[in-house]
């Protein structure tokens, strides 16, 4: 059967975060003139928060810690590296943070030209993202890319992440689609590949971070034009 349906991850395969993200916290970072206070160095302060986010993520979609206690750990994780306990000063820059990221709303590269492409080969195009529902929806509309899409899922609203099959069952009900006639394009090798590829569907893996799987015949992306490819 042919291939009707495709299913984007949204963050970083369509929804630049990690570009997004940067730019929030340098604001922050700024702002509160941590510099001048406590001699820490930005880029320094990002990369240690970027690898304590990161992990904290994988957490969340392994079901080990919930949303909440990410929220209260990876800005305080992260002072507390250079030496600053202040609970106070990192939930300020927690609720800052998803208040100021959808100030910016850059997205991937090829992002809009290939979604205006698959809309003009008559595909229908969804969202299954990992991340919180009230955030997500609001990064498409910020970002006008809400119009492609009939349907858009976050982990939030069916209370499972990626890759626990049971998000990728809702989703497809939700968009009235059959495993066989469906795609899925994510950035994670565990949640978006193995999770579509155990739930049965097929999935391009965009390689942003050149993990080089080795796995046969699979569809491997690392820029998203060349979705052109294969559909």
């Known amino acids: 059967m042919k291939i009707q349906h495709?299913?984007?991850d949204l963050d970083n395969t369509l929804?630049?975060?990690?570009?997004?993200a940067?730019?929030?916290?340098k604001t922050l970072f700024e702002k509160e003139e941590i510099t001048l206070k406590y001699g820490i160095d930005f880029e320094e302060f990002h990369s240690v928060y970027h690898d304590i986010n990161e992990k904290l993520w994988e957490d969340i979609r392994d079901g080990i810690i919930d949303k909440e206690y990410l929220r209260k750990h990876r800005f305080y994780d992260t002072f507390n590296h250079f030496g600053i306990d202040d609970l106070e000063l990192s939930m300020?820059?927690?609720e800052h943070f998803l208040d100021k990221i959808l100030n910016f709303n850059?997205?991937?590269?090829?992002?809009e030209y290939i979604l205006n492409y698959l809309?003009?080969?008559k595909f229908t195009l969804h969202i299954i993202s990992n991340g919180f529902q009230e955030v997500t929806e609001r990064k498409c509309i910020l970002s006008k890319i809400d119009h492609y899409f009939n349907t858009i899922t976050s982990a939030d609203s069916v209370g499972i992440r990626k890759p626990n099959p049971e998000i990728f069952e809702y989703s497809?009900?939700?968009a009235k689609a059959k495993k066989e006639e469906s795609i899925l394009i994510g950035d994670d090798w565990i949640a978006d590949c193995l999770g579509a590829q155990n739930f049965g569907i097929d999935v391009i893996f965009f390689d942003v971070l050149n993990e080089s799987p080795a796995q046969e015949n699979l569809k491997v992306i690392k820029h998203l034009l060349q979705i052109k490819e294969y559909l």
Do not use: Q
């Open 22 to 25: 940067y730019l929030t916290i």
């Open 172 to 174: 497809l009900g939700l």
């Open 15 to 20: 929804w630049d975060h990690r570009k997004n």
């Open 92 to 94: 300020y820059f927690e």
């Open 6 to 8: 495709i299913f984007f």
């Open 119 to 121: 809309k003009s080969k």
């Open 106 to 111: 850059h997205l991937v590269e090829g992002a």
